[in-house]
């Protein structure tokens, strides 16, 4: 059984940083796409960045230049870093993982079969 963990949110002043980590236990593939989602209050969730297994990245238009997604494939993490935040960027962010063998990483929440429960982040 896959599991998800997020960590490393917190409150932050406007333009700070805070880097989360997201942990997988439980996952053996050797292809995945792994994304950084977010859910402010009264939104929708939108994903913010995602990178396979290769290290190709793609971001939401809100996260670049200020985010940066990366991994550590020995160790089954992966990591977001946010710069420079904004009020905005205020929302629970998740980490989620698919399984997949080609092509680019999407964005569609659909595609993902595990997620983590969330790490709050608060911009004031």
């Known amino acids: 059984d896959v599991q998800l963990v997020e960590s490393g949110g917190g409150s932050v002043q406007v333009g700070g940083s805070l880097r989360l980590s997201c942990s997988a236990a439980?996952?053996?593939?050797?292809?995945?796409?792994m994304g950084w989602f977010r859910q402010a209050s009264n939104s929708e969730r939108e994903g913010v960045a995602v990178?396979?297994?290769?290290?190709?990245?793609t971001y939401a238009d809100s996260a670049k230049g200020r985010f940066a997604i990366d991994q550590d494939d020995a160790r089954n993490m992966w990591y977001l870093q946010m710069n420079s935040l904004k009020p905005e960027d205020s929302a629970m962010y998740y980490c989620?993982?698919?399984?997949?063998?080609?092509?680019?990483?999407?964005?569609?929440?659909?595609?993902?079969?595990?997620w983590g429960p969330g790490t709050q982040v608060t911009v004031s």
């Open positions: 990178i396979d297994t290769d290290g190709i990245t």
């Open positions: 989620a993982l698919y399984e997949a063998y080609a092509g680019k990483c999407s964005f569609r929440e659909d595609f993902y079969d595990y």
């Open positions: 439980g996952y053996s593939d050797a292809s995945y796409c």
